[in-house]
């Protein structure tokens, strides 16, 4: 069936660091790719999405582009805030089949100022 | 507007109990999704409706998981005979529509964290 596999956390970086959280997929056919967020004490909030290969999705400075031939979609942030500390969660849905989806383990996102 | 909301927001049982957890979705979507987060871990799928009806299933673990939207608004999950192992999170999310061909993107409820002493 269809997975997603992302980093394990925590993962612990300084105020403006640079930021990469690796998730790839594995699929029968195309998904469409998203990274969803939780910031501590809230719920699970859409952070940005690619429907199709080489697509770039981007938000609140973050970045991740759909990588077909490698099954990637890597999230990146140039300079990261101490307000980014959260768990990240990299999903993948078939928009022609519900749109359900699946989910990574997540990862812990922690930014000390 | 209103979000997603989920009632009880923490629900502690014991072992073989029967519990009810309840999605109120926004207002207008069509498509609504149960999901289950257990500790330290993603969410999994369990089950989606499209207006009343489970147009997918797949994800309910076993025949003590059930779940209804009778008038294609609000849900509610039922777990007969709980186990301690059903204990997490779980989570109710809304779109506009699940239909093919559309991407609608899913809002989440705050989920109802469950406990089978």
């Known amino acids: 069936g269809d997975s997603v596999t992302q980093m394990e956390g925590p993962v612990t970086l300084s105020e403006e660091a640079f930021l990469t959280i690796n998730c790839t997929y594995t699929a029968t056919g195309y998904p469409s790719l998203f990274w969803y967020v939780q910031y501590p004490g809230e719920g699970l909030q859409l952070l940005l999405k690619?429907?199709?290969?080489?697509d770039k999705g981007s938000n609140k400075g973050f970045e991740a582009t759909y990588r077909k031939e490698t099954t990637s979609f890597h999230l990146e942030k140039g300079s990261v805030q101490v307000s980014d500390s959260a768990v990240y969660f990299c999903a993948l849905s078939f928009y022609n089949a519900g749109n359900m989806l699946t989910f990574g383990g997540g990862t812990r996102l922690m930014v000390k100022p | 507007g209103a979000g997603v909301s989920q009632t009880p927001s923490n629900k502690v049982t014991e072992k073989g109990k029967y519990v009810e957890l309840r999605c109120d979705p926004i207002s207008g979507h069509t498509a609504l999704y149960w999901y289950r987060q257990s500790l330290g871990q993603g969410p999994e799928f369990l089950i989606y409706f499209q207006g009343t009806g489970a147009a997918d299933d797949s994800g309910l673990p076993n025949d003590r998981f059930f779940a209804v939207r009778p008038e294609g608004s609000v849900s509610t999950l039922k777990i007969q005979r709980t186990e301690r192992g059903d204990s997490a999170v779980y989570l109710c999310?809304?779109?506009?529509?699940?239909?093919?061909?559309?991407?609608?993107?899913?809002?989440f409820g705050p989920g109802t964290r469950l406990t089978v002493l």
């Open positions: 690619a429907t199709k290969a080489d």
């Open positions: 999310a809304s779109s506009k529509t699940g239909l093919a061909g559309n991407y609608n993107e899913q809002f």
